[in-house]
């Protein structure tokens, strides 16, 4: 299994979601809480146990990726609207597929927005 998958599965056991999850849940983003999960397990050691820590720690690049090009708004705006539109269930696993498509600094986050823009684009 790669660290892509057990991360999604990891997130999807934690945060108790099925594929009919909603993104609100008790007045908060499940999509929010996955990545400020990601953030708290880097910043504050012994905030998780080990194995999910390593899970998290390979997210770290993908979390910084998403908060310079999508939180910062500079990918496509078509695309942001598609990816703010994933359920819960479906954005751990872009998470997951960014850390499988070996996402370790912003460049790399560029690269694979670009290539999920090109591969939405002949989707539509």
């Known amino acids: 299994m790669s660290t892509g998958t057990e991360f999604a599965g990891m997130v999807r056991k934690a945060a108790r979601m099925s594929t009919r999850t909603r993104d609100r849940r008790d007045g908060g983003s499940l999509k929010k809480d996955i990545l400020e999960a990601i953030q708290a397990s ?3 050691p012994g905030y998780y146990n080990e194995e999910r820590t390593r899970l998290y720690r390979a997210a770290y690049p993908v979390w910084m990726a998403w908060r310079k090009h999508v939180d910062g708004y500079r990918i496509d705006g078509l695309l942001r609207y598609r990816i703010d539109q994933l359920t819960p269930w479906q954005f751990a696993g872009l998470l997951g597929e960014m ?3 070996g996402v370790t600094n912003t460049f790399q ?4 927005f670009s290539a999920l823009r090109d591969r939405e684009a002949i989707a539509a």
């Open 42 to 44: 880097n910043h504050y």
């Open 109 to 112: 986050g560029e690269l694979f």
């Open 99 to 101: 850390i499988d498509a």
